[in-house]
Antibody, heavy 114, light 112 residues
Framework: EVQLQQSGPELRRPGSSVKLSCKAS????????MHWVKHRPEHGLEWIGW????????KYAQKFQSKATLTADTSSNTAYMQLSSLTSEDTATYFC???????WGQGVMVTVSS | DVVLTQTPVSLSVTLGDQASISCRSS???????????LKWYLQKPGQSPQLLIY???NRFSGVPDRFIGSGSGTDFTLKISRVEPEDLGVYYC?????????FGSGTKLEIK
């Protein structure tokens, strides 16, 4: 059974960074792109980008080019997203997702507050 | 970037009635391979988005046949016949034809 297990909620100060994890089971992450999506109730869903874990190639939405860094560790079958220079605008739930066919992580809440 | 405009923003429907959501794209979503990579998702409160429809009109595994996707080019529609209580949430269209991938702004379905 395919599952994407994300790390737990995070509380960070403005200006700091956070690294989120997404551990895949039931398949090899090198077989599919891993996407990351941001959700804020008042803003809806936003696609952040994808990583090809097989070769590390990444693609970002321009808005997240300087905000997010996607990486993957094939030895642990885990994808990561680091968010830097956090502001209140980064307070959101972040999902990892595999497409074709679809599987989504449960989401992780990141709160940025002083 | 491709802009997906969803209408209406919110929808209040009586149980058993039909609901219809429109998704209009700022450019054609037909990819060079001839396929149209337009999906529909439902995000229920506190949950991850769940795929309903892919490539305009194909129901994902386990999705009831009450959900019908249609359209082509730049205009797409999701119809939900015989709305049930578990259908409440926010519906999003999503395109994967053009980089960057983009979501529509969402349509909130409420039950009267």
């Amino acid at each position: 059974e395919v599952q994407l297990q994300q790390s737990g909620p995070e509380l960070r100060r403005p200006g700091s960074s956070v690294k989120l994890s997404c551990k895949a089971s039931g398949y090899s992450i090198t077989d599919y792109l891993m996407h990351w999506v941001k959700h804020r109730p008042e803003h809806g869903l936003e696609w952040i980008g994808w990583i090809d874990p097989e070769d590390g190639e990444t693609k970002y939405a321009q808005k997240f080019q300087s905000k997010a860094t996607l990486t993957a560790d094939t030895s642990s079958n885990t994808a990561y997203m680091q968010l830097s220079s956090l502001t209140s605008e980064d307070t959101a739930t972040y999902f990892c997702a595999r497409f074709e066919p679809d599987y989504w992580g449960q989401g992780v809440m990141v709160t940025v507050s002083s | 970037d491709v802009v997906l405009t969803q209408t209406p923003v919110s929808l209040s429907v009586t149980l058993g009635d039909q609901a219809s959501i429109s998704c209009r794209s700022s450019q054609s979503l037909v990819y060079s391979d001839g396929n149209t990579y337009l999906k529909w998702y439902l995000q229920k409160p506190g949950q991850s988005p769940q795929l309903l429809i892919y490539e305009v009109s194909n129901r994902f595994s386990g999705v009831p046949d009450r959900f019908i996707g249609s359209g082509s080019g730049t205009d797409f529609t999701l119809k939900i016949s015989r709305v049930e209580p578990e259908d409440l949430g926010v519906y999003y269209c999503f395109q994967a034809t053009h980089d960057p991938l983009t979501f529509g702004s969402g349509t909130k379905l409420e039950i009267k």
